[in-house]
């Protein structure tokens, strides 16, 4: 204080509307308010009682877990909702590709003689949680992912669901524990997305493995941020690799007895990523997004970091890049996969195409195998050349006819 002449210092008090007012600088720390300690506690129940979404669900439906039980057999996530399969009209379940595949970056980022995705045996459970585990469970395999490389916007991948048993006209467009959905939901389209995530009273639903049904009661989840590019890890190769998620879209989580301002801890833990974001547009609940991953505050009273915004993919995006549409909720034109498994076509070398057309077949990409066991197809050249590299690669075609917030069981 001494250093700054005379003419440059802040008075020690100063007048405000006929009041004296001290200027002094008190020396502390800035915290974030409100996370937490003044929240309703219907936002922990969950850490006392597990919410019935981790049980087995026949039929299936959106907000129960869901995991690849041979890449992925030690970790759980959730299954968002049913689709349809814009290119054979089957339907699918949707999820994170973090949740279904154990490694999903294109083949050009990852090393040739490193971990290998298993292709062939990517079976889908649900549930995988407990006890309740293991092929037996089986509700498909991974049909397709969006490929991750160093800048996304989708985290993304699809269940082929062979057994239409396994889905009620009736059930499975819903989503677990969330009331008043009184038909399929469709996706909000970009405008309405948009003006969604510019309303800062906009409220949000969600069903989740781990943190059960929210947007009810006194769980409400608010937008905080409309686009954010978020730097995350996603494993390569059994690496964590941080990379880029463009046009993020992030959740709060909020209640009528949340003082204004404030904003309650876990809108989301690890084992959510893959559920369905909805909102109401028109009194009708429809699918805005799908949750991937969660970012943490400070909390100085535990000393921990604890979730506090819940990153989410935008369903356009979602919808584009996976090559889906919003299910109706009917068997109407609903083609049944008969063969139990994706049809592959082995290429020789690395590529960073996301699918390629042989024969007139478009296959996506899958992964890497091993040439030794799995050499390349001898078929016609794709219409698009493959990159040369030393290693193959293998793709799937549709059927015929912050870390994200993956989590260990616990």
Same mark, same amino acid.
């Given at each position: 204080?001494?250093?700054?002449?005379?003419?440059?210092?802040?008075?020690?008090?100063?007048?405000?509307?006929?009041?004296?007012?001290?200027?002094?600088?008190?020396?502390?720390?800035?915290?974030?308010?409100?996370?937490?300690?003044?929240?309703?506690?219907?936002?922990?129940?969950?850490?006392?009682?597990?919410?019935?979404?981790?049980?087995?669900?026949?039929?299936?439906?959106?907000?129960?877990?869901?995991?690849?039980? @041979?890449?992925? #057999?030690?970790?759980?996530?959730?299954?968002?909702?049913?689709?349809?399969?814009?290119?054979?009209?089957?339907?699918?379940?949707?999820?994170?590709?973090?949740?279904?595949?154990?490694?999903?970056?294109?083949?050009?980022?990852?090393?040739?003689?490193?971990?290998? /995705?298993?292709?062939?045996?990517?079976?889908?459970?649900?549930?995988?949680?407990?006890?309740?585990?293991?092929?037996?469970?089986?509700?498909?395999?991974?049909?397709?992912?969006?490929?991750?490389?160093?800048?996304?916007?989708?985290?993304?991948?699809?269940?082929?669901?062979?057994?239409?048993?396994?889905?009620?006209?009736?059930?499975?467009?819903?989503?677990?524990?969330?009331?008043?959905?009184?038909?399929?939901?469709?996706?909000?389209?970009?405008?309405?997305?948009?003006?969604?995530?510019?309303?800062?009273?906009?409220?949000?639903?969600?069903?989740?493995?781990?943190?059960?049904?929210?947007?009810?009661?006194?769980? $409400?989840?608010?937008?905080?941020?409309?686009?954010?590019?978020?730097?995350?890890?996603?494993?390569?190769?059994?690496?964590?690799?941080?990379?880029?998620?463009?046009? /993020?879209?992030?959740?709060?989580?909020?209640?009528?007895?949340?003082?204004?301002? @404030?904003?309650?801890?876990?809108?989301?833990?690890?084992?959510?990523?893959?559920?369905?974001?909805?909102?109401?547009?028109?009194?009708?609940?429809?699918?805005?997004?799908?949750?991937?991953? #969660?970012?943490?505050?400070?909390?100085?009273?535990?000393?921990?970091?604890?979730?506090?915004?819940?990153?989410?993919?935008?369903?356009?995006?979602?919808?584009?890049?996976?090559?889906? $549409?919003?299910?109706?909720?009917?068997?109407?034109?609903?083609?049944?996969?008969?063969? #139990?498994?994706?049809?592959?076509?082995?290429?020789?070398?690395?590529?960073?195409?996301?699918?390629?057309?042989?024969?007139?077949?478009?296959?996506?990409?899958?992964?890497?195998?091993?040439?030794?066991?799995?050499?390349?197809?001898?078929?016609?050249?794709?219409?698009?050349?493959?990159?040369?590299?030393?290693?193959?690669?293998?793709?799937?075609?549709?059927?015929? /006819?912050?870390?994200?917030?993956?989590?260990?069981?616990?």
């Amino acid at each position: 204080m001494n250093d700054i002449p005379e003419e440059d210092r802040i008075p020690s008090t100063v007048d405000v509307d006929g009041e004296t007012v001290k200027t002094d600088v008190v020396q502390g720390t800035v915290e974030l308010q409100g996370f937490g300690n003044t929240c309703d506690p219907v936002w922990l129940q969950w850490q006392q009682v597990a919410p019935n979404n981790r049980n087995t669900h026949r039929p299936l439906m959106g907000g129960v877990s869901t995991t690849n039980w @041979d890449s992925l #057999g030690g970790f759980v996530g959730t299954l968002g909702f049913i689709a349809k399969d814009t290119t054979d009209n089957t339907l699918v379940g949707v999820s994170n590709n973090h949740v279904l595949v154990n490694d999903a970056f294109f083949t050009t980022e990852r090393d040739p003689l490193g971990i290998r /995705t298993n292709v062939f045996q990517n079976i889908c459970t649900q549930p995988n949680d407990g006890a309740n585990m293991g092929p037996q469970f089986k509700v498909g395999v991974v049909k397709r992912y969006q490929p991750i490389n160093q800048t996304n916007k989708v985290d993304g991948a699809l269940i082929a669901i062979d057994d239409l048993s396994l889905l009620d006209p009736a059930v499975s467009w819903m989503q677990y524990g969330i009331s008043g959905m009184t038909s399929a939901p469709r996706f909000a389209t970009t405008q309405e997305i948009n003006q969604a995530l510019e309303n800062p009273a906009q409220e949000y639903y969600m069903s989740s493995r781990t943190t059960g049904p929210k947007g009810q009661d006194d769980t $409400k989840l608010l937008n905080w941020s409309a686009s954010s590019s978020i730097l995350i890890g996603y494993k390569k190769q059994g690496v964590l690799t941080n990379v880029y998620m463009n046009d /993020t879209f992030e959740l709060v989580a909020s209640g009528s007895t949340t003082p204004s301002g @404030d904003h309650c801890y876990y809108p989301s833990a690890g084992g959510d990523s893959g559920s369905a974001i909805l909102t109401r547009i028109n009194d009708d609940l429809v699918i805005v997004g799908m949750l991937y991953g #969660g970012r943490s505050v400070y909390d100085p009273e535990t000393e921990s970091n604890i979730p506090a915004y819940s990153l989410c993919n935008r369903i356009d995006l979602i919808a584009d890049q996976l090559d889906i $549409k919003a299910w109706d909720g009917t068997f109407n034109n609903v083609v049944v996969n008969q063969t #139990g498994a994706p049809l592959t076509h082995i290429v020789g070398g690395l590529s960073a195409q996301k699918k390629i057309k042989v024969g007139g077949t478009t296959f996506y990409q899958h992964g890497l195998v091993d040439n030794s066991a799995y050499p390349p197809d001898p078929t016609p050249q794709p219409t698009a050349p493959p990159d040369p590299a030393p290693s193959p690669s293998a793709t799937t075609p549709p059927n015929p /006819t912050p870390t994200p917030s993956d989590q260990p069981i616990p």
